[in-house]
């Protein structure tokens, strides 16, 4: 599991110099500002909304003493609540989006990688953007049930200091899976992709872990997190369908949807 974790965090090693080898920059044009008008829309609501809920959470405090207290604690509750479902759903909005622009992508690293350019199914815009709000549903719906008790287990003490390394850890998974998808979509069906990724899930906590750290860096890293990270997650997932036998057999290639 580290082992893979750790291929998946060396493969961000030049994204930089084979997006511009392969001329990839055009593609992200799009992506990026999907990424950046997202992630201000986002944080635009999580300014507005982080009050109302920390409020929510103060009513739970019956008593006057120290409610001033358990108020100032709501608020900074609802803060990070409203933050860490924020970057749940940026991650799904975007790659949902960008699915249409992310796949020639990865399809164009795979062809770099493979010297075959002529063996991959060619599904339209609109079948690529379905598949990836399909993807991104099951991911959001996923990720949100396993948030939740997580995030109410940080108020266990003792052991509650976990849950924020188990968030981030839930977060850089599928994180590292949507942009994992961008390569399997060619080869397998949905549940195919998710058996795959499963069997992989090392690979793409380590992709994903990038992502998230990534985000943290304001305004660049969001306008540069889908181009490295797409780059990385295609590089390593071609690696692995190439190992395991998996790429290009005719069994393996999906109809298109």
Same mark, same amino acid.
């Given at each position: ?22 001329? &990839? ?12 008008? @997202?992630?201000? &829309? ?11 809920? =920390? ?21 900074? &509750? ?40 002529? @063996? ?39 052991? =509650? ?69 797409? @780059? ?26």
């Amino acid at each position: 599991m580290v082992k893979n974790i750790l291929k998946g965090i060396q493969a961000y090693g030049g994204t930089f110099q084979l997006i511009s080898k392969l001329g &990839l920059w055009k593609y992200f044009g799009i992506p990026m500002l999907i990424s950046f008008l @997202t992630a201000l &829309l986002i944080g635009v609501t999580a300014w507005t909304l982080s009050d109302n809920i =920390g409020g929510l959470i103060a009513k739970a405090w019956f008593w006057e003493w120290g409610a001033e207290t358990f108020r100032s604690i709501g608020d900074i &509750l609802g803060a990070i609540l409203v933050i860490v479902v924020g970057l749940v759903v940026y991650k799904h909005i975007v790659m949902a989006l960008s699915a249409p622009f992310m796949s020639p992508v990865s399809e164009k690293i795979e062809a770099h990688i493979t010297g075959i350019t002529h @063996t991959h199914r060619k599904s339209s815009n609109m079948a690529q953007l379905w598949r990836g709000i399909r993807i991104n549903i099951r991911n959001l719906l996923m990720e949100l049930l396993l948030t939740i008790p997580i995030f109410i287990l940080g108020f266990i003490p003792i052991i =509650g200091f976990l849950s924020s390394i188990l968030l981030f850890l839930v977060q850089s998974y599928y994180a590292g899976f949507g942009n994992m998808d961008y390569t399997l979509e060619r080869h397998f069906e949905v549940g195919e992709s998710v058996k795959f990724v499963k069997q992989n899930r090392g690979v793409a906590v380590g992709n994903g872990i990038i992502f998230m750290l990534m985000l943290l860096i304001p305004v660049i890293g969001i306008i540069l997190v889908l181009p490295l990270s797409v @780059t990385a997650a295609s590089t390593e997932t071609v690696r692995i369908l190439k190992e395991t036998k998996k790429l290009n057999a005719p069994e393996s290639i999906s109809k298109i949807a």
